[in-house]
């Protein structure tokens, strides 16, 4: 039977694509150690897994939270992987039913989008607001207040009711929304969970369709809770600005964040995503400066003590050259780069030996194990002895010396018998 025949639950819970769920899930992760304990068993736990979701006895498992700064502080929560397979499988079937409704200028989470595809929609509106910069661009910047902590899950499931009418669909999506518990009953999701990030813009697309449809803003882009509205006239972005405030208040429960909403011009600068944007350039967020610098700090440190390898560090470094190269960098990515080879070396230098004075200090090393030097003999003649004394003293030396030499060389030689046939004077 065709996968497209089936009912919707049905084809999330088909064997194929929770086997399709499994590789996005895995990717990125192949080397981690409950991937490896799960790819053990991979059809075992996949028809488990479908088992359980047929049956309608699936649980999620808690949810793993812990607290990441950067600088900001946010609460991050981690699934278990195998219902990051059932994420995947949910998103799979239900995507395509949203995502044709979703306007083109929402940029998050979506295939073919992201953070520079805004940003450069972005520069096109500036152009066109501002007739090339011959007239005063005016931006809304807003953001909502503690979006993914406020979301109503009754909101959202009344949203996601109008496309989908599987109840066995609808069933599992309660139960993921469950498995996040906050301190107002039946609201948030967590942060980090891919279908967090979908429902995200399911919830936020109809403040999209307001704003397109109802407002008839032509200049208006969306990452996530993070949004700008340009034009010519700064009392009609105010009137707009009220307008959303009621909008998000009223229909989804929101509050547009009273210090990050604001209307500002282009010719001061406008941080978004990331970036400041002026017209005829891009700059970075000094923060997210500061950000790299201690990354790259903790990645040199980790680098010095052997817990990282040149490639992993090289890794990063492509992936905020690519960010850098978004804008106006271009000198302080030649300093970076310079800055990178001399701290992660190709190879590590090793002490360099002279072999002359290696040499010396060998002869030296020698020396001192021999009884006669030629300071020796001076010390002799300091001493006030002969020089019969001085001779024997010389015999013995060299009897020692010469003896030594032939035994490494394996030549049997009476040392003191060569010695007596040398002539000596009284």
């Not at 479908?50 to 812990?66: A, N, R």
């Not at 989908?164 to 301190?183: G, P, Q, V, Y």
């Amino acid at each position: 039977m065709e996968i497209s025949t089936i009912s919707l639950f049905d084809q999330l819970c088909h064997y194929d694509n929770l086997y399709l769920a499994y590789w996005k899930a895995r990717k990125g992760k192949t080397q981690r150690k409950y991937v490896l304990d799960f790819e053990e068993k991979l059809q075992e736990n996949l028809l488990r897994l479908q088992q359980e979701l047929q049956s309608q006895t699936y649980h999620p498992k808690p949810l793993e939270t812990f607290i990441l700064r950067d600088p900001k502080t946010r609460k991050i929560s981690k699934s278990d992987f195998r219902d990051r397979v059932v994420h995947h499988a949910l998103c799979n079937i239900i995507e395509p039913l949203f995502e044709k409704g979703f306007i083109y200028d929402s940029y998050a989470n979506r295939i073919g989008k992201g953070t520079l595809k805004a940003v450069q929609r972005f520069d096109e509106f500036k152009r066109n607001v501002s007739k090339n910069n011959t007239a005063i661009c005016f931006v809304l910047k807003a953001d909502i207040k503690h979006y993914f902590e406020t979301v109503d899950h009754d909101i959202l499931f009344s949203i996601l009711s109008k496309r989908i009418h599987d109840e066995k669909a609808l069933w599992l999506i309660k139960i993921i929304l469950a498995n996040h518990s906050t301190t107002a009953p039946s609201k948030g999701m967590p942060l980090g969970n891919l279908t967090s990030q979908f429902f995200a813009n399911i919830y936020l697309n109809e403040l999209d369709q307001f704003v397109k449809h109802t407002l008839k803003a032509g200049y208006y882009i969306r990452y996530v809770d993070d949004f700008v509205i340009l034009h010519s006239s700064s009392n009609l972005l105010k009137m707009y600005e009220q307008k959303i405030g009621l909008f998000l208040r009223k229909k989804l429960a929101l509050e547009l964040h009273p210090h990050k909403s604001k209307i500002i011009t282009l010719e001061s600068g406008i941080h978004f995503l990331g970036f400041r944007i002026f017209y005829h350039y891009r700059l970075i967020r000094k923060k997210n400066m500061h950000k790299s610098q201690q990354k790259f700090r903790q990645l040199q440190q980790e680098y010095q003590e052997g817990l990282l390898d040149r490639e992993k560090v090289i890794e990063y470094l492509e992936g905020w050259l690519a960010f850098a190269s978004q804008a106006n960098t271009y000198k302080y990515r030649r300093r970076l780069i310079r800055w990178f080879n001399q701290a992660f070396p190709l190879e590590q230098k090793k002490p360099m030996v002279v072999l002359q004075k290696h040499q010396n200090l060998m002869i030296k090393s020698e020396e001192s194990q021999i009884q006669f030097t030629v300071q020796k003999t001076h010390q002799f003649f300091r001493k006030g002895l002969s020089v019969s004394e001085e001779l024997v003293a010389v015999g013995e030396a060299l009897m020692s010396a010469v003896e030594i030499n032939t035994q490494q060389k394996g030549i049997a030689i009476d040392v003191e018998k060569v010695f007596m046939e040398i002539p000596t004077t009284s």
